[in-house]
């Protein structure tokens, strides 16, 4: 694969003209992009439509965790717009994800990836929701990632920190799509666990999330540029 079809920019912006106006200014250089439930929300699945109209991979970043009807409702829609990647709460278990999965089989191009414990979760906020016990934070990122797969998910979201240990206990196939990475000597931008693109992938993701180091930039084509050399130096 090569270093660009690796890169997938988050388009966190509340509305469709900041979206758009990005898309433009990145041009070529970028072929896939990420609309979360923010950008939905005000944009609508137009904006979907557009980006997949351009030749664009569009991951929808759903993060489902809802009854399994309504998963697979929510994801064959994603498979009808035409998306590329969406993602499921490993937490929901083995029905919500397989639901996912088996609404995404009408679809050939469409990948279904787990969510397993959110970043921003500590190991204080597992155990007010009854995650206690021996598993640490790390363990049960693993155990949802296996559950995951087991319910025939294509890949898993992790942060640069879980990269490796998930791609060890995983396999090589399974795509590993990692968020929070930033540029050597770039600040962490509130990330817990974050890393550069190049680590991230050295670990075993086979694609990196990046949100505000291109689309805050004065220049989104340069920031992605630094991106892209990164990954291939
Ligand atoms: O921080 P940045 O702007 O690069 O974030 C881009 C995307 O990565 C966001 O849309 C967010 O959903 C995701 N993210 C994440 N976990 C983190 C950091 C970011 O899932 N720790």
């Given at each position: 694969?090569?270093?660009t079809s690796?890169?997938i920019v988050a388009l966190?912006?509340?509305?469709r003209?900041?979206a758009d106006?990005l898309v433009a200014?990145l041009g070529e250089?970028c072929r896939f992009y990420k609309v979360g439930?923010?950008l939905l929300?005000?944009a609508g699945p137009g904006l979907i439509e557009s980006l997949v109209g351009q030749g664009k991979d569009v991951f929808l970043d759903l ?11 929510a994801v064959r829609v994603a498979g009808s717009l035409g998306v590329s990647m969406v993602t ?16 995404a089989?009408d679809f050939p191009g469409l990948r279904v ?121």
């Amino acid at each position: 694969m090569d270093a660009t079809s690796r890169i997938i920019v988050a388009l966190d912006f509340d509305d469709r003209r900041a979206a758009d106006d990005l898309v433009a200014r990145l041009g070529e250089e970028c072929r896939f992009y990420k609309v979360g439930l923010e950008l939905l929300t005000a944009a609508g699945p137009g904006l979907i439509e557009s980006l997949v109209g351009q030749g664009k991979d569009v991951f929808l970043d759903l993060k489902l965790f809802e009854i399994p009807n309504s998963v697979a409702g929510a994801v064959r829609v994603a498979g009808s717009l035409g998306v590329s990647m969406v993602t499921v709460h490993a937490m929901g278990g083995t029905g919500i994800v397989s639901a996912a999965v088996e609404a995404a089989r009408d679809f050939p191009g469409l990948r279904v990836l787990a969510l397993t414990v959110v970043t921003s979760m500590t190991a204080a906020d597992l155990a007010d929701v009854g995650v206690t016990g021996a598993a640490s934070t790390e363990d049960q990122v693993v155990r949802l990632a296996r559950l995951a797969r087991g319910a025939g998910c294509h890949g898993v979201i992790a942060s640069p920190r879980e990269a490796g240990r998930l791609r060890g206990a995983l396999g090589p196939d399974p795509l590993i799509v990692t968020p929070g990475v930033t540029l050597p000597g770039e600040s962490s931008g509130g990330h817990a666990r974050s890393g550069t693109p190049r680590a991230a992938v050295a670990a075993g993701a086979s694609h990196v999330v990046v949100g505000r180091t291109v689309t805050r930039s004065d220049d989104p084509a340069a920031a992605f540029r630094l991106v892209r050399a990164d990954l291939e130096r």
